[in-house]
Structure formats: structure tokens, C-alpha cells
């Protein structure tokens, strides 16, 4: 079956624009997960989904930050005023169910703020 | 907060040779999992461990969760070219809690 995707590869965006990306998991997968990953680094958690319900949202780096998955399926994480230190390749991961279970990782969104 | 301190940072081995990469944690780690990324690309999923003293194995690569559930290593024997990559640890923070914490990671170089 298909994999995580995401949507677009990638994104330019202008200082101060918003910017939305999209996350379509595996399909019958609950959990949802965003991380944040800046060159040279190890990805950063910012938030996590169960079904539909946003149950951590403690790496989210401020309030331009807002994650939605309405419908439990298709996750959508939107950059208000975009900055430069927004730059960064944006994963998201999918798994079955809460708990330890593996997570699988789309190819990422990288976006670049000028 | 947890941190995952992955060491090297690099390495580069020859082919053939085997090689080892260590994570280590300043808590208890709840879930270890290891990661293979290629540069531009997403992350892909090679093994999770979550009993102290768990040994997994998938083809030439084995990670071990040590009994104090602190460190964990992987090992790749024979290295191939296809090993080659980034390598990152993630863990869960806290028992029970779904958001991992991830390594800077090991950059692997295998040299024919």
C-alpha cells in the first residue's frame, strides 16, 4: 500500500506569507505526528494527533504554529508570517495506533523562508 | 527534558567492514528506535527496541537496548554501499507519551 505523502516537496515563501502543508498517512493509521528538522539536525517533535483530537502540541514553537486533522485522516500544518528561521524540511509520520508502534515517515516538505 | 547523544557524529569505513553506532540517553528510555534517512528524503524505519537487554537483528544490522534501558547501539557488519546514510536514534519522552526525541544523528560513509 501507499505511504506517507506529503505535499508540496517543497515551498519558497517570502518573509510574512503563510504557508500550508499537507500530510496524507496511512491509510487506517490513528496517530499523526509533525516534526521539525533544521539542516544538520535530528528531527524535532512539534505536534501529535489521535483520530482527530490534537493531544500534544508542546513543540510547537509559537502561536504562527497550527496543526489540523479534521476528519482524522489528512493533516494540514499551517505557518502564519512566515520567518526566516522557519527554514527547514518539515516531516510528517504516521502510525497504527498510539503507544509504541513504528512510525512511518513521509519524504518531507522543505521549506524556504527569504 | 530527555537528550539523545549519538556518537560519532561521523565515521567512514571501509567496505566490508563492520562498524558500530552508540545513543545514549540522560533518562530511561521508554522505546528505543532506530532510523536510516538519506539526504532529502524522509526517514525509514529499521528497528525498535523497548526491554532492557532486547537484541534485534534485520539482515547485517543489530541494535541492543542495554538492561539499565540508557544506551543503545548498532552494529552493521560486512558494510555495503547501500548502508550508507544518516543514522538517528529516537525515543519516546516520557513512559507512555508518542512524540519521539531524536539524535543529531550519525553520518556513515562507506568507502569501496
Known amino acids: 500500500g501507499a505511504g506517507v505523502s506529503q505535499s508540496p516537496r517543497y515551498k519558497v515563501a517570502k518573509r510574512g506569507q503563510d504557508v500550508a502543508l499537507r500530510c496524507d498517512p496511512i491509510s487506517g493509521h490513528v496517530s499523526l505526528f509533525w516534526y521539525q528538522q533544521a539542516l544538520g539536525q535530528g528531527p524535532e517533535f512539534l505536534t501529535y494527533?489521535?483520530?482527530?483530537?490534537?493531544?500534544?502540541k508542546s513543540g510547537l514553537p509559537s502561536d504562527r504554529f497550527f496543526a489540523e486533522r479534521p476528519e482524522g485522516s489528512v493533516s494540514t500544518l499551517k505557518i502564519q508570517r512566515t520567518q526566516q528561521e522557519d527554514s527547514a524540511v518539515y516531516l510528517c509520520a504516521s502510525s497504527l495506533s498510539s503507544g509504541f508502534y513504528e512510525q512511518y515517515f513521509g519524504p518531507g516538505t522543505r521549506l524556504t523562508v527569504t | 527534558s530527555q537528550e539523545l547523544e549519538q556518537s560519532p557524529q561521523s565515521l567512514i569505513v571501509q567496505e566490508g567492514k563492520n562498524l558500530t553506532i552508540n545513543c545514549t540517553s540522560s533518562k530511561t528510555l521508554y522505546g528505543l528506535y532506530w532510523y536510516k534517512q538519506k539526504y532529502g528524503e524522509g526517514l525509514i524505519f529499521l528497528m525498535m527496541l523497548q526491554k532492557g537487554g532486547e537484541e534485534k537483528s534485520h539482515e547485517k544490522i543489530t541494535a541492543k537496548l542495554d538492561e539499565k534501558k540508557q544506551q543503545s547501539s548498532l552494529h552493521i557488519t560486512a558494510s555495503q554501499p547501500s548502508h550508507a546514510g544518516i543514522y538517528l536514534c529516537?525515543?519516546?519522552?516520557?513512559?507512555?507519551?508518542?512524540?519521539?526525541?531524536f539524535g543529531k544523528g550519525t553520518h556513515l560513509i562507506i568507502q569501496p
Open positions: 494527533f489521535q483520530n482527530e483530537a490534537q493531544l500534544d
Open positions: 529516537g525515543a519516546g519522552q516520557i513512559e507512555g507519551a508518542d512524540g519521539l526525541t
